[in-house]
């Protein structure tokens, strides 16, 4: 999709989908406009069944820039409607443009080069896998405008560091490199190229069983912070849907044979 005037556009070439922020003028900073049209398409992309795969990048010098405040104070009404939350959902747009990505049933990988502030920072962090440059500068932002990440990225956090490294990075607002967000666990892989590592890594993970990416992903994300009994029995059911799933026939076939496996599309 590439649509006149859009902010955020895609297209989906061989199962893979490139999702690409396109306001590079303005270092992809966030509006009203651009949360709503992230929104629109993790939903467009999640009913493709064909789909494998999801690479989110920034065009131009920047992966995002965080929240256009100049753009979205001038509408003060918009920002009170998409501040509301979907009790269907259980967020508000803000945190959906983040949070619809973990919605999604295939891997999605965030390609990071250039600025990664705020907003910008909450979406990269809901995505299942980040791969930056070195060089790239991230900063929960929020603090130095005297607010907090709001957009999930409290959660996205809490996963992935421990609370006083969230604690420090959330009120200090300080800025730090791609490498430094590595060190810290906030980047899966650095690349010079993030955009080609993630299609590389993205290739990878369409050699296995779209069904069971879909559940590996749905077991992570809908047990991390549970109980161990709650886990266990999460396990049974992905388990049990899995060992009679005809891509996972094919998978195993193709294993025993040592050859490219033939899946079909996924079944849930």
């Known amino acids: 999709m590439s649509t006149a005037n859009a902010l955020v556009t895609h297209s989906v070439v ?4 490139h999702v690409r ?3 590079p003028e303005k270092l992809n900073a966030l509006t009203l406009q651009t949360l709503e049209e992230l929104v629109a398409t993790a939903r467009e992309l999640r009913r493709d069944r064909t ?15 965080g929240l256009d405040f100049g753009s979205v104070l001038k509408r003060p ?3 009170v409607e998409a501040f509301l939350p979907r009790p269907w959902r259980g967020t ?21 080069h250039g600025h990664c502030y705020g907003g910008g920072l909450q979406i990269a962090l809901a995505a299942d896998f980040r791969i930056a440059t070195p060089d790239s500068e991230w900063s929960v932002l ?16 809490a996963e992935l560091v421990g609370i006083d490294t969230a604690k420090r990075l959330t009120m200090t607002a300080q800025m730090f490199s791609g490498k430094e967000a590595k060190d810290l666990g906030l980047v899966t892989e650095l690349a010079a190229e993030p955009v080609a590592a993630a299609e590389e890594l993205a290739r990878e993970l369409m050699t296995r ?7 590996a992903k749905r077991l992570f994300n809908q047990t991390w ?28 076939e193709a294993a025993l044979q040592k050859v490219a496996p033939q899946f079909g599309p996924r079944r849930r």
């Open 51 to 65: 789909l494998r795969a999801v690479v989110v990048s920034g065009e131009g010098a920047s992966f995002c820039a």
């Open 92 to 112: 508000n747009t803000f945190q959906e443009a983040c949070w619809a990505w973990r919605r999604l049933p295939v891997p999605v990988i965030a390609a990071v």
């Open 142 to 157: 929020e603090g130095r405008w005297g607010i907090i990440p709001d957009m999930t990225g409290v959660r996205s956090l």
């Open 77 to 79: 009404a918009g920002v």
């Open 21 to 23: 922020l396109s306001r």
């Open 14 to 17: 061989d199962g893979i989908a």
């Open 209 to 215: 069983s779209p069904d069971q990416l879909s559940a």
């Open 225 to 252: 912070t549970s109980s161990p009994r709650r886990t266990f029995a999460r396990e049974r059911v992905e388990q049990l849907f899995l060992l009679f799933n005809a891509n996972t026939k094919a998978a195993r």
